[in-house]
């Protein structure tokens, strides 16, 4: 394999993490742990760091490729919080289809005050 291939592997990788993690917490809430965890880390830190770890395999890649100052919202931070603002009101909308044919509802988070 090459550096391109190795790069996007680790991505790959990270995003899987991040996957698994994101379903613990969903599955046993924001500040559980792993119980054979000595530093007993909650769910939503894990989250956290694996998103990190997304966001820096996706840097290493983007590097690699020297694509950075080619991709405008990767250069353009205004840019970005509008692609973000946007992609949060349309997972909104998914949210508020999903309350309506009753598929989800709205309910506090574990550790939310």
């Known amino acids: 394999m090459n550096r391109v291939q190795f790069f996007i ?16 917490l969903s599955m046993f809430g924001v500040n559980s742990y792993d119980p ?14 694996e998103y990190l770890d997304v966001l820096a395999s996706f840097e ?27 992609k949060k009101l349309k997972t909104m909308k998914y949210l508020e289809l999903c309350k309506e044919i009753g598929s989800t509802f709205d309910n506090p988070v574990e550790g939310n005050s």
Do not use: H, M, W
């Open 60 to 86: 290493l890649l983007i590097e690699e490729l020297g694509v950075k100052d080619a991709i405008e919202l990767l250069s353009n931070p205004e840019a970005q919080r509008q692609y973000i603002n946007f």
């Open 36 to 49: 054979n965890d000595p530093l007993k880390k909650p769910n939503v830190q894990l989250v956290v760091e």
């Open 9 to 24: 592997n680790k991505l790959v990788q990270e995003c899987s993490e991040l996957t698994k993690d994101s379903t613990k």
